[in-house]
């Protein structure tokens, strides 16, 4: 069974640039979720879809992050603009039930 | 707003010693979860645990639910330079939410 895939694996814009991340979930998973990791914190979480819908955008951090799941499988989160507070690592997660299995990442830099 | 304060944060010791790491918390969790992260991936589900005062053992290591679900450790048996890692734990609150992390434990395992 393949695991979580994130796309790209780095990214390196301007601040001010627009950047859009993919996440390819584990076939079946209803559940899928986006956190990130900023310098020296902890991992936090940004948002949950169940199938399409957003179950729970509460640690989305502003209007510049926009999520998205059309048709129930992959998902994006672009950015626009993108800020340099925005830097961080961005983990996709997916889920059928209780355990949430990670992809491996897009670590994103704004300069 | 739910913390869960994993403790240590770092933790250098020499093969064949044991350890144990901490994750507490004022809040209750339904479940928690404990993962290992590597460098440039994404963690890795290590176990889940659901019912207070739960024991799981995986090989060397083993994992506690406390009684009333707000605290977890894990315990290493006899460490071995391949459990150097990042280790994290995180918390739902309800089946299927978000996962609240705690800071995660940076071991080091020496030969």
């Known amino acids: 069974e393949a695991g979580v895939t994130q796309f790209p694996s780095h990214s390196v814009i301007e601040k001010g640039q627009t950047v859009t991340l993919r996440c390819d979930p584990i076939s079946g998973h209803d559940n899928l979720y986006w956190y990130r990791r900023v310098m020296g914190k902890e991992i936090k979480f940004l948002l949950h879809f169940v199938k399409e819908s957003k179950q729970d955008e509460s640690g989305m951090p502003n209007n510049r992050f926009l999520a998205e799941r059309t048709g129930g499988t992959y998902s994006t989160l672009k950015v626009q603009p993108a800020e340099l507070e925005d830097s961080g690592v961005y983990f996709c997660a997916s889920s059928h039930w209780v355990e949430q299995f990670f992809g491996p990442g897009t670590r994103l830099t704004v300069l | 707003t739910q913390l869960l304060e994993q403790s240590p944060q770092f933790l250098s010791i020499q093969e064949g010693e044991n350890l144990t790491v901490y994750c507490n918390s004022s809040?209750?969790?339904?479940?928690l979860q404990w993962y290992r992260q590597e460098p440039g991936e994404g963690p890795v589900l290590l176990v889940t645990?659901?019912?207070?005062?739960e024991v799981k053992k995986l090989k060397r290591l083993t994992f506690q639910f406390g009684d009333a679900r707000k605290d977890s450790s894990l315990h290493i048996t006899a460490a071995q330079p391949g459990d150097t890692g990042l280790y994290l734990c995180?918390?739902?609150?309800?089946?299927?939410?978000?996962?609240?992390f705690g800071g995660g434990t940076r071991l080091m395992v020496k030969p």
């Open positions: 995180a918390g739902e609150t309800h089946a299927g939410n978000m996962l609240t």
């Open positions: 809040s209750v969790f339904s479940s």
């Open positions: 645990v659901v019912t207070g005062g």
